[in-house]
């Protein structure tokens, strides 16, 4: 599905990115296990240029990587919970990141406004599992000094960005 925004037209304008790199990102986005040539042959160019405008996107942050994804319940992690976190400052962030990052059960972080101080999400095996990593692990952090746990009962959604195009003058 092709999107088009006046607003992403200064993105373009910038040379950051052009048309065939937008392409390119929507193909890909849909199959990161599509063949170079397939996606060469959508945006008509060579499988050459495809591979180096991928690679450039990937050396500027644009693709942010790509691979496979694991279903958690597969491998025995049925109890999916965002984690509020209050800290005593915000000034701390990145001290209790740096020890949030210890916890590989932990596989998203966010500075926050609102009521927390950062948002986590994380994955436990059951309950007792999400106890355990509460309250030995992330409140025993210097800093923290609140939680507020959130168990997500099914995910509905998952999917990535809509690739927007610039509109037509």
């Given at each position: ?15 950051k990115?052009d048309?065939?790199?937008?392409r390119?990102?929507?193909i ?19 499988r ?25 319940k ?18 701390m ?62 995910q ?6 809509p ?7």
């Amino acid at each position: 599905m092709l999107y088009f925004c006046s607003n992403h037209k200064k993105l373009i304008m910038s040379g950051k990115i052009d048309y065939l790199d937008l392409r390119i990102l929507q193909i890909i986005s849909n199959d990161a296990r599509i063949p170079l040539s397939d996606v060469a042959n959508q945006c008509g160019v060579s499988r050459a240029v495809v591979h180096q405008r991928i690679a450039k996107l990937t050396e500027k942050g644009t693709i942010l990587g790509s691979g496979y994804h694991v279903n958690p319940k597969s491998i025995g992690y049925f109890t999916c919970t965002f984690v509020g976190v209050t800290l005593e400052r915000g000034s701390m962030y990145n001290d209790v990141v740096d020890c949030l990052r210890k916890i590989p059960e932990i596989v998203e972080c966010h500075f926050t406004t609102g009521n927390y101080t950062m948002m986590i999400k994380l994955y436990a095996y059951d309950n007792e599992h999400l106890m355990d990593l509460l309250n030995n692990k992330i409140q025993q952090i210097p800093g923290v000094t609140s939680t507020e746990t959130l168990i997500s009962l099914q995910q509905s959604i998952s999917r990535q960005l809509p690739i927007v195009f610039p509109k037509e003058d």
